[in-house]
């Protein structure tokens, strides 16, 4: 007959990807012959020393020696006996019995965070949430937005990263983002979760009195004869567009590239020129009526706008509020 006792001894500690206050829980299953110890705290370490792909970089997210972590990592195999990762010099994977164990693992943290969450009594939110995102979201949605969201919930502690989209879902994949808000071809990774998908038009623009803005029907041979400023190469909608211009035989020399869509607008409004952004910019910016679209029908580009979170990432009561906001505003929201 097997005997279960569980001991639960509470702390508030933060990690990367799961926020526990369940420091040391220790489930035993009691025999004569044996005694089988397992600490969730090991299960914490295998989950970041995987998505790290490295000890020592799991190590360093969970303030821990790099020794402290190989030490939980051995005690979880020889418990388990089988190995959970392959070393091939600097690198780790994990084998096929590990994968088996990892998917339990992220489920057994998640079920704890859920049932914590479950018995708490209502309260504020006081909590973090770090979000990614890019440049011309950021300008053009994220000041409204995140009133909103301070309005509500004047607590919680909400930081910004802006970078390229590649850069953004390496920082959602290694735990060092909530989420992440962004504008690129519509994602399909394992890894990620996609909670909000919109597709956005991006168009060229100009002011309302350069010749381009009349209504009319222009070629992309007409935008070139105009100074051009656009986002650089890094960009997803510059991407998009160079790959819908190469099948027309054009190549696009920019007088100046940035990221900074601020400046973009600004250069347009100086030199008359040309810029090419989300069409949103001409509703959501207070530039309606000094901007318009150059209507390019060889032309049509559009990008999905995207908020996503790494798929084994406990879904906060913060990003819950996020995301609800988010609904609310009208973006479209999975179910």
């Known amino acids: 007959m097997f005997n279960l006792s569980i001991d639960l001894r509470i702390h508030e500690v933060n990690r990367s990807y ?10 035993t299953m009691q025999q004569p012959a044996e005694r089988s110890t ?5 299960l914490i370490t295998f989950v970041s020393v995987t998505m790290h792909e490295s000890f020592s970089k ?12 190989t030490v939980q990592i051995r005690n979880l195999e020889t418990e388990l006996g089988i190995r959970l990762f392959d ?8 084998t096929a019995a590990g994968q088996i164990f990892y998917d339990h693992a992220v489920n057994v943290l998640n079920e704890l965070n859920a049932a914590r969450e479950s018995v708490s009594p209502e309260r504020e939110l006081h909590g973090f949430l770090r979000i990614g995102t890019i440049d011309s979201l950021c300008s053009a949605l994220f000041a409204e937005l995140l009133h909103s969201y301070y309005l509500r919930y004047p607590d919680v502690s909400v930081s910004i990263t802006t970078d390229s989209p590649a850069s953004l879902l390496e920082l959602l994949a290694n735990g060092e983002l909530d989420l992440v808000y962004l504008m690129d071809e519509r994602l399909n990774d394992r890894h990620f979760t996609t909670v909000l998908e919109e597709e956005e038009p991006v168009v060229f ?34 991407k998009v567009l160079e790959k819908n211009i190469t099948s027309h035989i054009h190549t696009l020399h920019p007088v100046m590239e940035s990221n900074n869509t601020d400046l973009l607008i600004s250069l347009v409004l100086l030199n008359g020129g040309v810029t090419f952004l989300p069409e949103f910019f001409l509703t959501k910016r207070q530039i309606g009526g000094i901007l318009k679209k150059i209507n390019v029908p060889d032309c049509s580009v559009s990008v999905h706008r995207q908020v ?28």
Do not use: W
Not at 18 to 27: C, E, G, H, Q, T
Not at 38 to 42: G, P, S, V
Not at 60 to 66: D, F, I, N, P, R
């Open 18 to 27: 799961f926020i526990f206050p369940f420091k040391f829980i220790y489930i």
């Open 38 to 42: 397992m600490e969730i705290q090991e």
């Open 58 to 69: 799991a190590a360093e997210s969970l303030g821990y020696s790099q020794a402290a972590v």
């Open 87 to 94: 070393r091939l010099g600097r690198k780790i994977r994990l």
């Open 205 to 238: 623009m100009t002011t309302c009195s350069n010749p381009l803005a009349d209504g009319e029907a222009h070629t992309i041979d007409d935008v070139c004869r105009y100074p051009i400023f656009l986002t650089e190469r890094d960009a997803s909608y510059r």
């Open 308 to 335: 996503i979170h790494h798929k084994d990432k406990y879904v906060t009561a913060e990003m819950k509020a996020f995301f609800n906001l988010l609904r609310e505003t009208g973006s479209d929201i999975h179910a």
